[in-house]
């Protein structure tokens, strides 16, 4: 009995230190980095010298004076620039079939490599994919992506389908929002363009209002009573404008055949993403209230020509909405690893405003995909994504040194 | 080191040679004019009008509104606030009607040929090159093939060119396409073929197959198109203009029978119609009849639209006008190298021809004096009174703006024609009136007049010299083309 009691005592003390120690480490030292220039992309503008203060993965503070809490700990980020994470808006996961194993499992090839995931292959063009419900995020390279300073991203397939917005962690990813925005790729043809008119034609209205989902439709169970499908539920929000549609269009005529496809829904937003010459080839026909361009960032050439144009500029000279996608201009994305922002920063330097072009990385693809109010720029309150650059990140020779999601560094070089 | 990185910087951006400005003056002519479409005028000024069907009128003017000609004349004013377009010194006429366009202004990505609800309209493609190298040497409208068995394209298509097993050596297992390639195989080689797994080469069964018979008559789907580079509106004119068939399919004893077969069923069917709309009309039910044909046989039967077919001999164009006139339809030869032997019987029946000028076909031995091509058939063929069009050696659009065999030479075509005795007159008739009434348009185009749609060319000396250029080519009353801008076609003034 009397040997039991210290034992129970010292029991006791460990555990007292125990859950101390664990409490200590919960309670994550808040995070500064001062001395440096912030692109804040708000209403602050540019902050020079200043200073972030980070907490529980959020941004407690900015500004210049903001005072540094002994316990923190302290990054000194003298002549470096920083900018909120980029959010890529269109990153695009193919999903393949396998021939041999039909029906059972699925290849989805994610930038080169091959995943093999559970589930059945989709039938058709036309069948709907919710992509949080089939995809493994463990399995995925998300190197490229971190390493060019994105840090959410919204990941698509082409076809019809719902996306799912993520954050890469210091090894995988996680999901932020499972139930992301509608997508469809329109082709030149009836088949696609019969979707995109079915289901922005209001229930009633129409031969059978928008058209059931070819393929299964994931979490209904047969026989359930609510007759709202989720695609029903999704287009809804589309033809209502609480959701942005986002359509992926193959070439310039694709654009036209849209936008008269869509001229009577007028409350829908359409995100077009297209390349930079389709967009001007068809710019006649945007409309910036209801229309969003999302394009690769890259000098293109004025179509049936030898001339090169800067689109981005061209669009903000028509006033037009545009976000970019790193990794849609595939051949810049996976070379320029380096100097992610190289592309960008050549059409900077050919006219597109610094503004105008942070915003189309960071703010406006935040909005895009619904995320604005947490990412997209530097601001109290929203998480502390964001990276620490060399120098000015539209300069040539400007690298990513350290990218931060929610206050941890998950990339550094 | 910063000067360094920045001259470093500099020497990056100057080799990327960016030349935003010149590029945006370069846009297309397609952008829209910033003021509110509310009925803008078009004014061509001063221009020497071909009109076609009219006299010529020099230093007239041309009033464009709505997309259509609202007024043309010496004295006509032009209204305030109106774009003016100058053509002092220029040539003016209607646009060029080409009737044998291989495919173009249609997307060649999408689509699948399996899909029966696929509607032309959406496989528009008014983005296409094609249309601004028509647009080039004058064409604004043009009747397009499509192929046979709807309009599936790409690699994989019936008719592109090369036997089954060429195209099965690209085989990929992972193609959605399969089916699509099983189909094709079957319709060649009959029913019992499969592919092999392991390298998709058609597998035919060892069981001999008896030969498929002649097939019966096949038909392949044209659809009218303006050259309306970069504007939707306007595009399709009409999705059946001719009953196009294959001179194969009405040929021997079985194609003529099932001719004969599809006529008298559409005969039919046209009088079981009109009864049963009568009985509708009395107020009784009764099942309305089933359709034995396609629409187009129903239109040719009705003489809405005429029968187009590829004859060349003179058997072969008298077969042809036999058949025309024992079935009582319109008919529109095409080739038709030996027209000139029996210009006669075609200006009896109302036959009339699309053949190419330059084409030569050697005469048969022993019967060099009545048979081959003739420089002169333009001549004969006028002077009998047989309406003619012209077509180029090939119907392509490719060689980017060097006449040669393609349709860049369509105008080259009108020339030879005036070179074989025929006048001018009819010569541009036959890039514009005539094919024009061939594709029952002739209210629409063909010609500069009031009413008609402002498809109007401006051209830098007359339309039948070679070294003529479009300088600004107005579809649908809208600028689609100009050389300058453009720059398809050499840029220079003379």
Known sequence: MCNLNPLIQRLAMFLVFAILAENQCFAQRSLAIRNAKIETVSKAGVIEDGVILVRDGKIEAIGKDVKIPLAAQVIDAKGKTIMPGIVDPYYVVTVGRD?????????????????????GPPSSSTSFTKISDSIDLDNIDWKAATRSGITTLQLVVSGYAQSVIVQPT???????????????????????????RNGLRAPGSGPGGPRPPAGATPGATPGATPPVSPTQKLWTEVREGKSSLFVNLNNAATILHCVAATKESKQAKLVFIASGSDLFEASSDL????????LPPRIDFVPNTRDRINIPKFLSEKEMPFAFSLSLGQNEFRAQ???????????????LSRQRA????????????????????????KKANFLILDGDPFAATTSIQRVFVEGKQIDEN | MKTKTATFFGFLIACFNVSALPAQDAAKPAEPSKKPPTKEILAIVGGDIITVTRERIRGGTILIEGGKITAVGQDVKVPEGATKIDAVGKTVTPGFVAVDVGRMGLATGGGSSSDRNAKVFDTLDPFDRNLSLGLGIGITTACVEIRAGGFGFGRRGVSDGFPITERFLGFDPDLEENDAIVETAQRDY?????????????????????????????????????????KLEGMLVSESAFLDMTPGSMSGALGEYSWREQIAKAKKYLLDQASHEKVIASGKKEQPPRKPVSDEVLRLVKREIPLRIAANTVSDIRDQINLSKELGYKLVLTGAAEAWVIPEELAEAGTEVVYTPR??????????QTSGTWIEMSRVLEKTGVPFALTALSNAMSLDGIAGRDLSSLPLEAAFAVRGGASEKTALAALTITPAKMLGLEKRIGSIEV????????????????RTYVETAIVNGRVAYKRAEVRILPVYSK
Request: net charge negative; with cysteine; proline share 8%.
């Open chain 1, 337 to 351: 690893l380096d100097t992610p922002l190289f592309a960008v920063s050549s059409l900077v330097h050919n006219g």
């Open chain 1, 287 to 294: 409309d910036p209230k209801s229309h969003v361009a999302i």
């Open chain 1, 99 to 119: 021939a041999q194993s039909a029906g059972e499992t699925r290849t989805i090839v994610v930038r080169g490599q091959t995943i093999t995931v559970p589930g």
């Open chain 1, 170 to 196: 210091v090894k995988s990813a996680q999901i932020v929002n499972q139930d992301g925005k509608l997508l469809v790729s329109v082709t030149n043809s009836t088949p696609s363009l019969e979707l995109l």
């Open chain 2, 451 to 466: 009413g008609k749609d402002a498809d109007i060319l401006l051209l830098d000396g007359s339309p039948l010299d070679y």
């Open chain 2, 359 to 368: 084409r030569r076909r050697a005469p048969r031995f022993g019967e060099e």
């Open chain 2, 190 to 230: 009959g029913p019992f073929v499969s592919l092999c797994k392991c390298c998709g080469l058609p597998i035919i069964p060892t069981e001999p197959i008896e030969n498929t018979p002649e097939a019966p008559a096949t038909q392949q789907k044209s659809v009218v198109l303006k050259m309306s580079y970069g």
């Open chain 1, 358 to 381: 942070l915003e189309a990385l960071t703010m406006m693809p935040a909005k895009l995909i619904g995320v604005d109010g947490e990412v997209g720029s530097l601001e109290v309150g």
